[in-house]
């Protein structure tokens, strides 16, 4: 059974392009409500432990220094089928390969600086949520 309750951050290089606004347009456009939402800047601790499950990568240290150089939109989406719809509106890791009109090809600028992040499945959206959201300031 697939969970209506989906995580996502809009990434420093969106946010500092000024594209926050189109891309939760699109996110509301394409049938996702917003239950939880902040502007925040992780320290490069607090990056480090949300990206943990990619310690010991050889991305890891790139992801968090990038992650912690700016303000990130975290947001909890809800929508019936939220993780796998979601995955499919913001495309492919690297812009070059995702489909025309999804949130990457439109914004991303690389596949490290790829606009956003989204939860890749039902239990990671929860654990992800519960990083950045505490049960009241959720409207779920």
Do not use: W
């Not at 996502?8 to 891309?23: E, F, L, R």
């Not at 990619?54 to 909890?76: I, N, Q, W």
């Not at 600086?113 to 779920?140: P, Q, T, W, Y």
């Amino acid at each position: 059974m697939t969970g209506n309750q989906t995580f996502t951050m809009i990434k420093p290089d969106a946010v500092s392009k000024n594209h926050t606004g189109a891309i939760l347009k699109m996110f509301t456009d394409n049938g996702f409500t917003i239950a939880a939402m902040k502007l925040v800047r992780l320290t490069r601790e607090q990056a480090c432990a949300f990206y943990d499950v990619h310690r010991g990568k050889p991305f890891y240290d790139g992801l968090t220094e990038f992650m912690s150089s700016g303000p990130v939109v975290a947001a909890c989406l809800l929508k019936d089928n939220a993780v796998a719809d979601f995955r499919q509106l913001i495309g492919a890791t690297d812009p070059a390969e995702a489909a025309d009109g999804t949130v990457r090809k439109l914004f991303a600028e690389s596949k490290s600086r790829n606009a956003v992040h989204g939860s890749d499945s039902d239990e990671n959206a929860a654990i992800e949520s519960d990083f950045f959201f505490s049960k009241i300031e959720r409207v779920l």
